[in-house]
């Protein structure tokens, strides 16, 4: 049995958080999110857990598990967590594949590979769903999809824009949000 899991604030979900959790649903026997809460809400990050547990769940209904995951200061406790849920939920699951935007920038994936080794009783791979040629246009301007540029699209109020990042149902929700 193989686990997907995807690990990410997304604060708020965009269309290539969408298209990898999706990809992993097709892989996969099973499909977990953790969405990482930081320590502090602020505006690079809005919504709740519940916010976000809530726009997935209206995407996904009962196909993914949703969990949330902490952010600590240290990396080390940050991946004990991480290891904890998997192996007190799922511990018979031996192939875990870890879904990634970005092998060289992004932060979750550098930390879980320097910290590997701590992830024992799993055999891990490494996915990576990249999205460095994942643009919107909009007013004859490219834009890359990233949870930044929603956020400011947001904070703008640019709904058009933010329906480019974003499929019709999750626009409703994270709009509601924001409004």
């Not at 879980?112 to 769903?129: A, R, S």
Request: net charge positive.
């Amino acid at each position: 049995m193989s686990l997907g899991l995807f690990i990410g604030r997304l604060n708020p979900p965009h269309i290539w958080h969408i298209k990898t959790i999706e990809k992993a649903l097709i892989e996969n026997d099973k499909v977990i999110v953790l969405l990482g809460t930081p320590i502090f809400n602020n505006k690079d990050n809005p919504l709740s857990f519940a916010d976000r547990k809530n726009i997935l769940k209206s995407k996904f209904k009962d196909r993914i598990i949703i969990l949330e995951i902490i952010d600590t200061r240290s990396d080390i406790l940050w991946v004990y967590n991480i290891y904890k849920l998997i192996y007190e939920n799922w511990f018979w699951i031996k192939d875990i594949n870890l879904y990634w935007w970005d092998f060289k920038n992004d932060s979750a994936y550098l930390v879980l590979k320097k910290h590997e080794d701590k992830l024992i009783n799993f055999n891990i791979n490494y996915i990576e769903n990249s999205r460095s040629e994942s643009y919107v246009q909009y007013n004859g301007n490219d834009y890359q999809v990233s949870a930044t540029n929603l956020r400011n699209a947001l904070n703008d109020k640019n709904y058009d824009l933010v329906k480019k990042f974003c499929d019709k149902d999750t626009f409703e929700i994270i709009k509601s949000n924001f409004s």
